[in-house]
């Protein structure tokens, strides 16, 4: 079955992973960015073998969000897998951080994803179901340090994610969060110990195994750590 995934927040580490992991699979592919200039590079990669279509989409932008699906659809279809990937906050500590700054991190993790999901869900409503994974990390299950504003928004897509999945569930879709636990390896880059860091390719093969997953399966909460490849 050809499906149709946007993948929301994608930038060269584990976004493009993600990317050429589901075109590899078949599905046809929206990349969603701010900056198309990466997303542009990597849909012209991606479509020597498969299906991808760059849209630069602001995802705290509702109207944009809404233009973007459309413009996916039109080109690929109704949507049935959303990777809500995008995540933001300045490091900083309580007394550092400015009212911009962590309001726009809750901008662009919990309420970009808030407006993508109204997107996506509603076509897989509309249709047979669908996969909506939220990539999660550390700081979605304890706060770090210096970091107040990102892990405020990551709890807050946690929760959002953990809500969607007793919801959505027994209508068909799959909802996941997965918690990167760790360092991910950087892409074009040698590192001194590669053992210490998650590997995308690995991490993307996780998220495809996750929207293969049989409708009523009930994930919820998927813990990825250093040295895990499948799970």
């Not at 590192?191 to 210490?196: F, L, T």
Request: hydrophobic share 40%; with cysteine; glycine share 10%.
């Amino acid at each position: 079955m050809t499906r149709t995934a946007v993948i929301a927040g994608v930038g060269p580490g584990l976004g493009a992973s993600i990317a050429r992991k589901f075109v590899a699979e078949g599905c046809a592919v929206g990349l969603f960015a701010r900056s198309a200039d990466f997303i542009e590079d990597l849909a012209d990669e991606l479509n020597e073998d498969g299906e991808a279509l760059a849209v630069r989409t602001d995802i705290t932008d509702r109207e944009q969000v809404a233009a973007g699906f459309a413009e996916v659809r039109e080109a690929f279809g109704p949507n049935d897998v959303l990777v809500n990937h995008a995540s933001g906050g300045a490091w900083k500590g309580l007394l550092d951080l400015s009212d911009e700054e962590f309001e726009q991190a809750l901008a662009v993790g919990p309420q970009g994803s808030f407006h993508c999901s109204q997107e996506a869900v509603s076509d897989m409503l509309d249709n047979d179901g669908g996969t909506v994974i939220f990539t999660g990390a550390t700081s979605s299950v304890r706060g770090n340090e210096g970091a107040l504003a990102f892990s405020a928004g990551k709890f807050a897509v946690r929760g959002m994610a953990e809500s969607m999945a007793r919801d959505l569930g027994p209508q068909g879709i799959h909802v996941a969060h997965v918690v990167i636990d760790g360092g991910i390896r950087p892409p074009d880059r040698d590192v001194e110990n590669p053992d210490d860091y998650l590997d995308p390719d690995a991490i993307a093969t996780n998220y495809w195994q996750l929207v293969e997953q049989d409708e009523s399966a009930w994930t919820l909460e998927l813990d990825l750590r250093p040295h895990t490849e499948t799970f």
